[in-house]
């Protein structure tokens, strides 16, 4: 045992009694105990048992990458503000403010990593379990916690589609069963690695966020990061991509739940949720508010209609009275005509003479 494997050793052990365990329960319900099927449950039990330890630091992971995502243009203000300044003030003024943008929106790049840093561990260790499986079953290496030498035994004579959990492509020796088995998950951890990624990034971000360097990074690390995985995982045991699959499609369906109840402010994500909720209200009689847009009536266009004014009556040519004064208005005419009266104009009667004032 290298320093190595004694550095993993407690994670190892829990490992290894965790996968025991499951097998346990898979074999008493009925499976072979040295099936394929009952062993590859076992680890498909230990990444359900390890994602939800750790769903706390997942949903501090969504807080930090959205954090992350809508502090993108200060942090571009930021860095065009100290943009060609490489003198020792300048930089560590740089890097105050943007510890002092982090620490007033709660987030930091180091968060946003944290489940996968912790999945790490558990990730080496399952990989020295599976790969050390031969010799544990022949006794050259010592049992891990309850995993002995007949339980390893059986490990190692399962087998998924032929091809036996411990296999790897570089090791296959001519086996195209592992082979075969090896590229099929490989893909598989490719293709869930890149959607896992493809759907936080870009369903889940504000179209400003979509924008500058740090989108820039993110967009290659969504296209790098699968053929990494892809060029890398031709030494994993296939168990390890059995794990790593299977993580990624906890991954893609937490972040969905996630994305769908709690997405990013302005993302398209928030966008969908409006209108599911508003197609819901629908149906049940709620009554939404109308939009605030102003209403334009269009009218017919034509001659602009003039202002009508009421005309004062005047008294016609001949029908001031001998002491009516001048500038006195005359009175309004009677409409109803005196005995004798012909069609023609009825005369008003005389205006009161005005005494002047002394």
């Known amino acids: 045992m290298d320093w190595f494997d004694g550095l993993l050793k407690p994670i190892m052990i829990a490992v290894a009694w965790i996968m025991v365990q499951f097998h346990s329960l898979f074999t008493a319900i009925g499976l072979d105990p040295e099936g394929g099927a009952a062993w590859s449950l076992s680890i498909v039990g230990l990444v359900i048992v390890i ?12 807080k930090a990458s959205r954090g992350m995502q809508l502090i993108a243009p200060q942090m571009q203000a930021i860095q065009k503000k100290y943009k060609g300044k490489t003198d020792p003030a300048s930089r560590e003024a740089m890097s105050r403010e943007t510890m002092a943008l982090y620490k007033e929106h709660g987030t930091n790049p180091f968060a946003s990593c944290l489940p996968i840093l912790l999945q790490s561990p558990i990730f080496f260790a399952l990989f020295r379990v599976l790969i050390e499986l031969p ?65 936080l990034t ?62 990013a402010p302005g993302s398209q994500a928030e966008l969908a949720m409006k209108a599911r909720k508003a197609k819901k209200a629908k149906p049940q009689g709620v009554i939404e508010e109308a939009p605030t847009t102003a209403v334009i009536e269009e009218k017919p266009r034509g001659q602009r209609v003039q202002p009508k004014r009421k005309d004062r009556a005047k008294p016609r040519p001949g029908t001031e009275g001998p002491n009516t004064q001048p500038g006195t208005p005359p009175s309004a005419p009677s409409s109803t005509p005196k005995d004798g009266d012909t069609d023609g104009p009825v005369t008003p009667p005389p205006a009161r003479p005005t005494r002047p004032k002394k």
């Open 202 to 263: 870009m369903k889940n971000m504000p179209p400003a966020a979509l924008q500058g360097p740090m989108a820039q990074q993110q967009k290659v690390l969504l296209y790098v990061l699968p053929l990494v995985f892809a060029f890398s995982g031709v030494n994993f045991p296939i168990g390890v991509l059995i794990y790593w699959t299977t993580t990624n499609l906890w991954s893609m369906g937490q972040q969905f739940y996630t994305i769908r109840r709690m997405p």
């Open 51 to 62: 994602r939800i330890a750790l769903i706390p630091l997942f949903f501090r992971q969504i």
């Open 135 to 199: 010799r544990i079953a022949n006794g050259s290496y010592p049992p891990i916690g309850p995993l002995s030498a007949d339980l390893a035994g059986q490990a190692e004579n399962a087998t998924l589609f032929g091809a036996p959990l411990s296999g790897t492509f570089m090791r296959a020796d001519g086996n195209w069963h592992i082979q075969v088995v090896t590229v099929v998950l490989i893909i598989a951890m490719s293709a869930t690695t890149f959607l896992t990624q493809r759907q």
